[in-house]
């Protein structure tokens, strides 16, 4: 396993390259640059802003350099729109606060979603089963463009228990509304995932064998069932949580918490492509880092199974 | 000779006929009657999407000035004046829009699952199946669509081939399937060291048919519910690829972008201008999820 976890490190170098080149690439690709606006600017001073950030150097030069600039120095370049940040600092800014909320979150939507599936399953086809469903199929259905203001109208405009909106470096209740509205559709996939594959293991000879030797119904559940039904639950949670950790544009718009999710859409926006590429880094290497941890936890789940 | 055909004819007619299994999910579907309400609901939707512009004498493009900028007073849905969900704040009225807007939001919600459930499921399979480099290759491929920025890829769409409905449908096809294909494939890595797989592999079946026959059956089941589940997902992805421009743009409309249209006038007291495009949204994700429940059961090799 440890060969293997290195072997997986190593592969991340050339993926994480490639990654970098690609967007690199898209973006370059893209009409438009942080330097276009409405009102002519002078041919002069175009030129100087684009020999100040190296724009004016042919595009592998460029390639090259940002590359070199993160591998020695961890330097993801100056801000184009923000002349006294440079990119490190928007994503330092910005990502513990997504962080966060995203944590939270993922462990409430893991915690309410993997019960609410597992009950489920047990009253397969009862009331409890339609109920649990039903409230999945809501929660999942529900947009959080609709949710987030409706919390807002509800807890902040109608019972004003809540602040509407700000993070107060993460106050308990600034903390709630983002964690809803963040959390609420992960659950109900967690729930409905679960529920499905729980069902598939609780037909199998196994869980059979088990309940005929007379092994209590809760240890039947917790020992043998429910860590095969894991499996595709943990497929889904490896994405899931990158999406998670880095913010939502939603929460970050609605309730003003700062996190990367705003920094990303302001970046899209203005055309500020150092951050928008710093923001994909960030988000390819904790996608690349979680789907190994995924397939270490399938070989932890299922011994048998060999890369 | 002719003795031996007549008895292999023969045998063949005494045989029990061997029940398939697609047509034993099909006996066990019909008679979940979740998944059946579901599926009739979902059809009077799709009817309703077909034929709705049928029943009203306006068009989605249809502006009525002396309406225009009036909605929360002169807008309310009435049956007297012909606007059965009222009209919204552009003078619109509101029917038609919805039956428009359900064409293309029930279109990208199907073929974007389609797609997810087609190319995901033989991804992940193949790559799960196969192991060793070519999995490692096929998952960091998975991993770098992951991360690379969806809206550019748009964007560029946009540039190279301008706006239409097929690249709309080709950009949510080319994401779509990639959650797909890492459950699909963790499964696979689960199923391949099974006894039945091992059995397969000793009577000489060949690997493709190991995986059509054996393998994606038995994944059935959580690729059915994960597909139920993207449904809502690509329709919120068109509305934001619209909003990118390079779908539908207005007059035409889906539900996504009526529902962040009405969310984003909840307190100006034109709530059916949310309440009519989210009750068709959560009504189909409810058909949706009881059909994948129901095929789910219908669909799972070992309860019978």
């Known amino acids: 396993m440890t060969t293997y976890i290195f072997k997986r490190l190593l592969e991340a170098i050339p993926t994480m390259l490639l990654l970098i080149i690609i967007s690199f690439l898209l973006m370059h690709a893209a009409p438009g640059g942080p330097f276009t606006s409405e009102k002519a600017v002078p041919a002069q001073v175009l030129a100087n802003l684009n020999a100040k950030y190296g724009l004016d150097q042919p595009l592998w030069r460029q390639v090259a350099n940002y590359v070199w600039g993160i591998v020695a120095h961890f330097d993801f370049g100056p801000s184009f729109i923000y002349k006294d940040r440079t990119v490190n600092e928007v994503i330092a800014q910005g990502f513990p606060v997504t962080l966060q909320y995203g944590l939270a979150s993922f462990v409430i939507a893991v915690i309410a979603g993997v019960t609410l599936g597992v009950v489920a399953a047990l009253k397969h086809n009862t009331g409890i089963d339609y109920a649990a469903v039903a409230t999945a199929t809501a929660a999942h259905a529900m947009p959080n463009f609709v949710l987030a203001p409706l919390l807002v109208l509800v807890f902040t405009l109608w019972l004003g228990w809540l602040p509407g909106g700000g993070w107060e470096g993460g106050e308990l209740k600034y903390m709630v509304m983002p964690v809803i509205a963040l959390s609420t559709s992960f659950m109900a996939s967690i729930a409905r995932i679960t529920r499905s594959s729980m069902l598939e293991v609780l037909h199998s000879n196994f869980i059979r064998t088990a309940v005929a030797k007379g092994l209590p119904m809760r240890k039947v559940i917790l020992k043998h069932a429910l860590k095969p039904a894991m499996m595709p639950v943990i497929s889904y949670l490896g994405p899931a949580f990158v999406t998670m950790i880095t913010g939502s544009v939603i929460v970050d718009m609605y309730f003003s918490t700062g996190g990367i999710g705003r920094s990303f859409v302001d970046a899209a926006l203005n055309r500020d492509y150092s951050v928008m590429l710093g923001v994909t880094i960030l988000v390819g290497a904790l996608t690349i880092l979680f789907n190994l941890v995924v397939d270490i936890l399938y070989a932890w789940i299922d011994p048998r199974i060999r890369y | ?304």
Request: hydrophobic share 50%; proline share 3%.
């Open chain 2, 1 to 304: 000779m002719f003795m031996k055909e007549e008895a292999a004819v023969r045998l063949a007619d005494i045989a029990v006929k061997g029940r398939s299994p697609w047509a034993d999910a099909r006996a066990r579907f019909a008679r979940n009657k979740g998944a059946m309400v579901g599926l009739f609901v979902l059809s009077l939707i799709c009817l309703f999407a077909a034929f709705g512009s049928h029943l009203t004498e306006f068009t989605y493009d249809y502006v009525d000035f002396g309406l225009m900028g009036e909605a929360a007073e002169k807008g309310a849905p009435s049956w007297s004046s012909g606007h059965y969900f009222g009209t919204d704040d552009g003078g619109r009225d509101f029917f038609a829009r919805v039956v428009q807007a359900s064409q293309i939001s029930l279109a990208a919600g199907l073929i974007g699952s389609a797609v997810a459930v087609i190319i995901g499921t033989l991804y992940g399979a193949i790559s799960g199946f196969v192991g060793g480099r070519t999995d490692q290759v096929m998952m960091r491929i998975v991993d770098i669509l992951l991360s690379v920025p969806f809206m550019f890829v748009i964007i560029l769409l946009l540039v190279m081939f301008g706006r239409s409905i097929w690249m709309l449908f080709l950009g949510i096809g080319m994401f779509s399937w990639l959650d797909m294909s890492r459950i699909v494939r963790g499964q696979t890595l689960s199923l391949k060291r099974r006894e039945f797989i091992e059995a397969a592999h000793a009577t000489g079946v060949s690997s493709g048919r190991i995986i059509l026959r054996h393998i994606v059956p038995n994944l059935m089941g959580v690729v059915v519910v994960y597909a139920s589940l993207l449904v809502p997902i690509m329709i919120m992805t068109e509305s934001f690829i619209s909003f990118l421009g390079l779908g539908v743009q207005a007059p035409l409309t889906s539900w996504g972008a009526l529902l962040s249209e009405g969310a984003s006038q909840m307190r100006y007291g034109t709530l059916w201008l949310l309440l009519f495009p989210l009750g068709f949204f959560v009504t189909t994700m409810f058909c949706m999820s009881f059909i994948g429940d129901g095929l789910r059961d219908a669909l799972d090799p070992k309860d019978r």
